[in-house]
């Protein structure tokens, strides 16, 4: 139980073009769900924490108009790079959690980032 | 606030012998604790958690990890090293209630040596 679905896994686009990540809970119901970045050899930077129908609560630093999140319901919230450039290329991860801060966040399997 | 420090941002031990990762975390409230391992490429795997209930904790794999709260540790150990435990392993911590965000250590990277 508790899966985490990501799609895709790996994406290459070109610089300036805009890029859709989406994370879906197969098996539950995500209360809240978490995107999270990270670079090589490096630990999660979180960028934002989504609530089913509210709007996202970015992390300080993290460009809202740039990184498009939304949580459309309980079991898909997806991450859209706007305009992205070859500095956006990036491990994106997202993770979704059942509860309050004592259930455990499942995560997807993340989302290889490639802006040529 | 809350942060969580892992020592030693790379293990190296033989086959069999013991692995131990290193946790400590800093907390103004009761701390949820977990450990989670990422495999290259892939999302991170739950291994464990600590909720304020039985302090030593067993998760999967034959990891386990105690919490300490006069130490302010949560670290993680496995007796007998596999070469499948070759992996970025995460300790994380997250706040009670009112306080959803998880905050993760920098990761250990554990090599197992042949």
């Known amino acids: 139980g508790a899966v985490v679905s990501q799609h895709p896994s790996w994406v290459i686009c070109k610089s300036g073009t805009s890029v859709k990540i989406e994370c879906r809970s197969l098996?539950?119901?995500?209360?809240?769900m978490f995107w999270y970045r990270q670079f090589p050899k490096q630990s999660l930077m979180l960028m934002a924490t989504?609530?089913?129908?509210?709007?996202?609560?970015?992390e300080q630093g993290v460009e809202k108009d740039k990184f498009l999140i939304n949580h459309a319901s309980l079991t898909l919230s997806t991450l859209t790079v706007t305009s992205a450039h070859p500095e956006d290329s990036s491990f994106y991860i997202c993770?979704?959690?059942?509860?309050?801060?004592?259930?455990?966040?499942?995560f997807g399997n993340g989302t290889r980032l490639t802006v040529t | 606030a809350q942060s969580v420090t892992q020592l030693g941002s790379h293990v190296s031990v033989s086959e069999g012998a013991l692995v131990l990762l290193r946790c400590n975390y800093s907390?103004?409230?009761?701390?949820?604790l977990f450990w989670y391992v990422q495999y290259p490429n892939q999302g991170l795997q739950l291994l464990l958690k600590?909720?304020?209930?039985?302090?030593l904790v067993k998760g999967i794999n034959g990891f386990e990890a105690e919490f300490k709260k006069s130490e302010t540790s949560f670290h993680l150990t496995k007796p007998s090293a596999h070469m499948s435990d070759a992996a970025e392993y995460f300790c994380?911590?997250?706040?009670?209630?009112?306080?959803?965000?998880?905050?993760f250590g920098t990761g250990t990277r554990l090599k197992v040596l042949a």
């Open positions: 993770s979704a959690r059942q509860g309050t801060g004592s259930s455990p966040l499942h």
């Open positions: 098996d539950f119901q995500a209360t809240t």
């Open positions: 989504s609530n089913e129908g509210s709007k996202a609560t970015y």
């Open positions: 907390s103004s409230v009761p701390p949820y």
């Open positions: 600590y909720t304020s209930a039985a302090t």
């Open positions: 994380a911590v997250s706040g009670g209630s009112g306080t959803y965000k998880y905050i």
